[in-house]
């Protein structure tokens, strides 16, 4: 038992004088497996749409079904040593894709042993970072923390204690069904991914969808109201911004800076190459770093809690301390964050250097502890790491230039450092909310640690590998993979050390983003849809209009019962998401095997076929939320 912030005794689900099997050779096994494929999945996503999804409760599901079903085990702290693996994949994904592909657009050449060394130094110091913080943010802020998807995860091992193999068949279900999709699409080109169409009398103007079942689950899982202001953006780039550019430079000859043709001769697609994607980026940079700023008092606040809480712990000796409340010794946790500083200063892969190890030892240890804050009040989904990595970013920059690195070689250390510290975040948040799902079931704190790290090993060894496949099969930065966060990073490092930046276009950006905040809307999810491409964002819609359609038919269910069927939808979102991008990084891998496997055009061009495969979809997603007969 553990004291929290009000003085009494929290008892967790499995008490600390109780030991089940927990950090076993079977556990790490399947936690090594599904960190892999979270990590890819996720990795693919990130590119894909520029947004994230926890892995936890899906991965926490399979556990159940794999170890219960087929093993007939019956250990919670080894379903729950499973999905902390996991989410260590997951959340290395999510770190890579917002940095590393900057890389790969600039064109130069990227040893794996780079791509690597910056995922595992990144990944090993969250962890590391943020051991030391779990008893004062975990423990003792346990009743004002709450750590959504941390607390739902838990709720999720303990109701599979008393059953729950439909949930994994939920899982498994949504996996088939994007798996297919995406088969017949991207596979075997049975039929088009994309419908869209122009809107008559509307110069320029485009509406459009994409099928993928994966941004569909997306829309789904971060509801109606996030999805809908994320298509606004996309509506304000495609019905606004370019057809406004395309009428006024209807009769101009001239060249604007930075096109190289004349505005006349630019279709819809050019212009928003040429000139919104520069306005997107300038609105992403800007919501990024207003997001940060709102959480100013939070971020003093955790510092200063942060001095105390470790203050404080001083005064614990391990002898005192009960199974559930020890973490990984604070000397190793020292030693570890230390040699990884030294090894990165002066590695011979990335070439940071003093300066870059410097800037990663002083924002990582800044920003993991707002990261393992903040996740525990908004949750992982909705933490603020895309401003912390921009102003890590912006910083670096300058500090490099001043040095006298510029070109190529300035944008890539800096490119670096931002990729180190954002992948540290990304692990920081997850392990956060890993801890306290251990903390509510009764885990063991530094087996958590450890299995987190092992998860960071395994998937860490293959990133790079992935990374490189999507990158041959689909091109960084292209339609199929618009990366949009590392996209942006790529942007504001070469405009700083190279001084080339269309500025108006980022301020015009830049204001965007500041009128979307004063609406009291979330600047930073408007910006990423203004960002990319309509189609895209449009089929986010979708998701969170079946989830709108769901929570109005449920609405006077009872709350235990709204529960059960927002995650059972949660579920087969999940297994959408997962589906679509593990068969994408698949096809990708056939494609680098051989090219000519996969047809180069549809082999049918109508529209409506594929538009009807996704209502059906759309359909089989709001059925798995909305039963006919729903079970206890």
């Given at each position: 038992?553990?004291?929290?912030?009000?003085?009494?005794?929290?008892?967790?689900?499995?008490?600390?004088?109780?030991?089940?099997?927990?950090?076993?050779?079977?556990?790490?096994?399947?936690?090594?497996?599904?960190?892999?494929?979270?990590?890819?999945?996720?990795?693919?996503?990130?590119?894909?749409?520029?947004?994230?999804?926890?892995?936890?409760?899906?991965?926490?599901?399979?556990?159940?079904?794999?170890?219960?079903?087929?093993?007939?085990?019956?250990?919670?702290?080894?379903?729950?040593?499973?999905?902390?693996?996991?989410?260590?994949?997951?959340?290395?994904?999510?770190?890579?894709?917002?940095?590393?592909?900057?890389?790969?657009?600039?064109?130069?050449?990227?040893?794996?042993?780079?791509?690597?060394?910056?995922?595992?130094?990144?990944?090993?110091?969250?962890?590391?970072?943020?051991?030391?913080?779990?008893?004062?943010?975990?423990?003792?802020?346990?009743?004002?923390?709450?750590?959504?998807?941390?607390?739902?995860?838990?709720?999720?091992?303990?109701?599979?204690?008393?059953?729950?193999?439909?949930?994994?068949?939920?899982?498994?279900?949504?996996?088939?069904?994007?798996?297919?999709?995406?088969?017949?699409?991207?596979?075997?080109?049975?039929?088009?991914?994309?419908?869209?169409?122009?809107?008559?009398?509307?110069?320029?103007?485009?509406?459009g969808t994409q099928i993928y079942p994966a941004l569909l689950g997306v829309g789904f899982i971060i509801g109606p109201k996030i999805a809908g202001q994320m298509v606004a953006g996309g509506l304000m780039a495609s019905l606004v911004l370019i057809p406004s550019i395309a009428f006024f430079g209807a009769g101009s000859s001239d060249v604007i800076f930075p096109a190289t043709e004349a505005l006349k001769t630019l279709d819809a697609s050019m212009i928003w190459d040429n000139y919104i994607r520069y306005i997107g980026a300038g609105a992403v940079a800007a919501g990024g770093l207003i997001t940060l700023a709102k959480t100013l008092p939070a971020i003093w606040q955790t510092l200063r809690s942060t001095m105390i809480g470790l203050n404080k712990s001083k005064g614990y000796k391990v002898m005192e301390l009960e199974r559930t409340d020890k973490d990984i010794p604070m000397k190793w946790v020292l030693i570890g964050i230390a040699v990884l500083i030294v090894v990165i200063a002066f590695d011979p892969f990335t070439n940071v250097g003093v300066i870059g190890a410097l800037a990663i030892a002083i924002f990582g240890f800044l920003f993991v502890t707002v990261a393992s804050r903040i996740v525990g009040i908004v949750g992982s989904s909705s933490s603020p790491v895309s401003g912390m990595t921009i102003a890590t970013l912006?910083?670096?920059?300058?500090?490099?230039?001043?040095?006298?690195?510029t070109g190529t070689e300035g944008i890539i250390l800096t490119l670096t450092v931002a990729a180190i510290v954002c992948t540290a975040l990304a692990v920081a948040g997850d392990i956060s909310q890993d801890l306290k799902t251990g903390y509510l079931v009764g885990g063991t704190p530094w087996k958590q640690q450890v299995a987190m790290m092992i998860g960071v090993m395994a998937s860490g060894l293959v990133m790079g590998y992935i990374l490189t496949l999507l990158d041959n099969a689909y091109g960084m930065g292209s339609e199929a993979l618009p990366a949009p966060k590392a996209a942006l990073m790529k942007i504001l490092a070469e405009g700083i050390l190279n001084g080339n930046l269309p500025w108006t276009l980022i301020f015009i950006g830049v204001a965007i983003a500041v009128v979307?905040?004063?609406?009291?809307?979330?600047?930073?999810?408007?910006?990423?849809?203004?960002?990319?491409?309509?189609?895209?964002?449009?089929?986010?819609?979708?998701?969170?209009?079946?989830?709108?359609?769901?929570?109005?038919?449920?609405?006077?269910?009872?709350?235990?019962e709204k529960a059960v069927r927002i995650e059972r939808g949660t579920l087969f979102a999940s297994g959408l998401i997962a589906g679509e991008s593990l068969l994408g990084v698949i096809i990708a891998f056939i494609i680098s095997i051989n090219p000519n496997i996969i047809p180069t055009e549809y082999l049918l061009s109508n529209q409506w076929l594929p538009f009807l495969v996704f209502l059906i979809v759309c359909a089989l997603l709001y059925f798995s939320t909305v039963p006919r007969k729903q079970k206890a």
């Open positions: 038992m553990s004291n929290n912030s009000s003085g009494k005794k929290f008892q967790p689900y499995i008490p600390a004088s109780k030991s089940l099997p927990e950090l076993t050779v079977t556990a790490i096994v399947l936690g090594i497996i599904l960190s892999i494929l979270f990590g890819a999945a996720n990795a693919y996503l990130g590119l894909k749409v520029g947004l994230t999804v926890s892995a936890s409760i899906p991965a926490a599901v399979i556990s159940m079904g794999i170890l219960r079903g087929i093993f007939r085990r019956d250990s919670i702290l080894e379903n729950n040593i499973v999905q902390t693996m996991t989410t260590a994949g997951e959340a290395l994904g999510a770190g890579a894709v917002f940095t590393i592909p900057a890389l790969f657009m600039m064109g130069v050449e990227i040893k794996q042993i780079m791509l690597v060394f910056i995922v595992l130094t990144g990944g090993f110091l969250g962890v590391f970072m943020m051991v030391p913080l779990r008893r004062m943010l975990i423990v003792n802020e346990h009743e004002t923390l709450p750590y959504p998807e941390g607390t739902a995860c838990a709720e999720v091992l303990k109701t599979g204690e008393k059953g729950g193999g439909t949930q994994a068949k939920l899982v498994v279900f949504g996996f088939a069904i994007g798996g297919v999709v995406k088969v017949l699409t991207d596979g075997f080109k049975l039929f088009r991914s994309d419908v869209q169409t122009g809107i008559y009398n509307f110069q320029n103007a485009f509406i912006l910083i670096v920059a300058i500090a490099y230039k001043s040095f006298g690195y979307i905040e004063f609406l009291g809307l979330n600047s930073l999810v408007f910006a990423v849809g203004l960002y990319l491409p309509l189609n895209i964002s449009a089929t986010v819609m979708f998701g969170g209009f079946v989830r709108l359609i769901v929570n109005q038919v449920i609405k006077r269910k009872k709350d235990k």
